[in-house]
């Protein structure tokens, strides 16, 4: 089992937070967050499972983007409160360079330019991707002082959570990581 991370010298970054039950902000409550950035200045995330009510056929429409019929049915997700009209692309890397492209590990890039939207669209972009409006941004110890305060959980994950696991499963898979029920946990936390 995997404990959880605490040490406010550890770098978060490409790890998950999962909220905990009593975290009842609606922009995070339940949600799953990947963590793309995290140094002393702050942290950037996108979460993965809170989808919108937009199919991704309307978002390449309204690009006059042709969509791939894979992904038309498929659901644009709400990455954070901050900035949701910016899109991001977060996708499994691949040998093709977009414009503006971060590696944020080995396996896992993130991207905000339309050409990767323009690959996709003529099926040269990445293998999996998630395309997601929005991000979650913490400030300056911010986020090592929720996590200390009980408010997420941290583990790490691999590609198959991020881009195979269903949206509404990904809570939950990512908290058995390290070996914890959701259903099992109370809304309320303590410290000893």
Same mark, same amino acid.
């Given at each position: ?13 490409? %790890? ?8 009842? $902000? +609606? ?12 140094? +002393? ?8 499972? %809170?989808? *919108? ?9 309204? !690009? $006059? ?12 997700? !709400?990455?954070?409160?901050?900035? %949701?009209? @910016?899109?991001?692309?977060?996708? @499994? ?20 330019? @339309? $050409? ?9 972009? +990445?293998?999996?991707? *998630? ?13 090592? %002082? ?14 198959? *959570?991020?881009?195979?696991? +269903?949206? $509404? ?7 058995? @990581? ?15």
């Amino acid at each position: 089992m995997e404990a959880s991370q605490t040490n406010t010298d550890h770098s978060l970054k490409a %790890q998950l937070l999962v909220a905990m039950p009593g975290l009842v $902000d +609606p922009c995070f409550s339940r949600s799953v967050v990947y963590i793309c950035e995290h140094s +002393p200045e702050g942290a950037m995330g996108l979460v993965i499972n %809170q989808p *919108l009510n937009m199919p991704l056929r309307q978002i390449f429409e309204q !690009l $006059d983007l042709p969509c791939p019929e894979k992904l038309g049915t498929q659901s644009l997700l !709400l990455g954070g409160p901050v900035e %949701q009209q @910016r899109g991001f692309i977060l996708h @499994r890397n691949t040998d093709k360079q977009w414009q503006s492209t971060v590696a944020v590990n080995d396996e896992v890039s993130l991207t905000a330019s @339309r $050409d990767i939207l323009e690959a996709i669209a003529s099926d040269n972009g +990445p293998k999996d991707s *998630l395309i997601i409006l929005g991000y979650a941004g913490w400030g300056a110890g911010q986020l090592e %002082q929720e996590v200390l305060d009980n408010a997420w959980l941290t583990t790490s994950t691999d590609t198959d *959570l991020l881009f195979d696991i +269903p949206f $509404d499963n990904r809570a939950s898979a990512a908290a058995a @990581r390290i070996g914890i029920d959701l259903d099992q946990l109370s809304t309320s936390a303590g410290h000893a």
